[in-house]
């Protein structure tokens, strides 16, 4: 059986800490504006944007509008940064400290008819 969570508990506290710390619990980056913040919040209403396994938002259908485009690039790079400052004090990668704050933080939160993209990269209506 293959374990889900190959690391100490002790390394997936301290990445869980860290990510949770930097603002990411709350589902949304520190460098986004309130109004990039609505906007995302409205599309994964919608169903056109979701959470990833991988920690990121994705686009689940074609988005046109350039403003949308920018808020999810503004918040994925601004949960990359934290994921980087998590991983390095878990010793771990970004990949590993993103996929592990999908599972443990952002994962819990998503609403009912809301979007997410599975590790098998399916996407699921919660």
Do not use: C, H
């Not at 301290?14 to 995302?40: E, N, Y």
């Not at 944007?49 to 074609?62: H, I, N, P, T």
């Not at 690039?73 to 993103?98: F, K, L």
Request: proline content about 2%.
């Amino acid at each position: 059986m293959r374990k889900l969570f190959p690391m100490s508990f002790r390394k997936l506290f301290v990445i869980t800490a860290a990510v949770a710390a930097l603002g990411i619990a709350a589902g949304a980056a520190f460098a986004q504006t309130s109004q990039q913040k609505a906007m995302i919040d409205a599309a994964k209403a919608q169903g056109t944007v979701g959470e990833q396994s991988d920690g990121y938002l994705g686009f689940r259908q074609a988005s046109t509008d350039p403003a949308l485009t920018q808020a999810v690039t503004v918040t994925n790079n601004a949960r990359r940064e934290a994921y980087a400052r998590s991983g390095q004090a878990a010793g771990t990668t970004v990949d590993v400290a993103a996929a592990r704050a999908f599972v443990t933080i952002v994962l819990p939160r998503i609403s009912s008819g809301e979007w997410y993209r599975n590790a098998q990269g399916q996407w699921v209506q919660r």
